[in-house]
């Protein structure tokens, strides 16, 4: 099947782009979007484990960096990398809406070492949104539960029952330096 390696880039690719849809009506979606995008912007960080298969009980942090885009449709950028022990993976993922849905892409995408995104939807506090990579279909859901925590699962299509194989628990990084004047 898939080296380690790959599984887990494949994994933490799915997770970045985690942080992002659920249920909306389509024309009221996109101003809600564009709200949902902007409350996710922002530095995130925190741990994940994979809960089913080969590899589960694996263990990893994850700091990503999400950036809303400006401009008349809402989409998403993040950045950053997740760790398993001494290995650093890079993290990328773009989400850009397409009509009523959303398309885009982990990594370089599912021609490469990633995963497409293939649709999604926005609602207030949450993401759903349809990854696939070759024979490999999933979801991944992205929920605010409050405005600095955000839970993220990744379920794979196993006959016909999806089965949740990644969560990750991120928190809203905050710059909480001091900020004085001097009298």
Not at 109 to 124: C, E, P, Q, R, Y
């Amino acid at each position: 099947m898939y080296s380690r390696p790959s599984l887990i880039a494949c994994s933490f690719a799915a997770v970045t782009l985690s942080a992002l849809v659920a249920t909306a009506t389509p024309a009221l979606s996109g101003s809600r979007d564009k709200a949902f995008f902007e409350q996710v912007s922002g530095q995130w960080k925190g741990p994940g484990e994979i809960v089913a298969g080969k590899y589960k009980g694996t263990k990893f942090t994850c700091d990503l960096t999400g950036d809303a885009a400006q401009g008349k449709s809402a989409s998403i950028k993040l950045d950053g990398f997740c760790r398993v022990g001494v290995f650093k993976q890079p993290m990328s993922a773009v989400i850009t809406q397409a009509g009523n849905s959303y398309k885009g892409k982990f990594l370089d995408g599912a021609s490469g070492k990633g995963l497409d995104i293939i649709s999604g939807n926005v609602s207030t506090d949450k993401i759903v949104v349809g990854i696939n990579r070759k024979k490999l279909n999933g979801a991944m859901i992205a929920r605010l539960q409050d405005a600095s925590t955000m839970n993220i699962t990744i379920s794979v299509k196993v006959e016909e029952t999806m089965v949740p194989v990644i969560g990750v628990s991120l928190s809203r990084q905050v710059d909480t330096m001091a900020v004085g004047s001097i009298e």
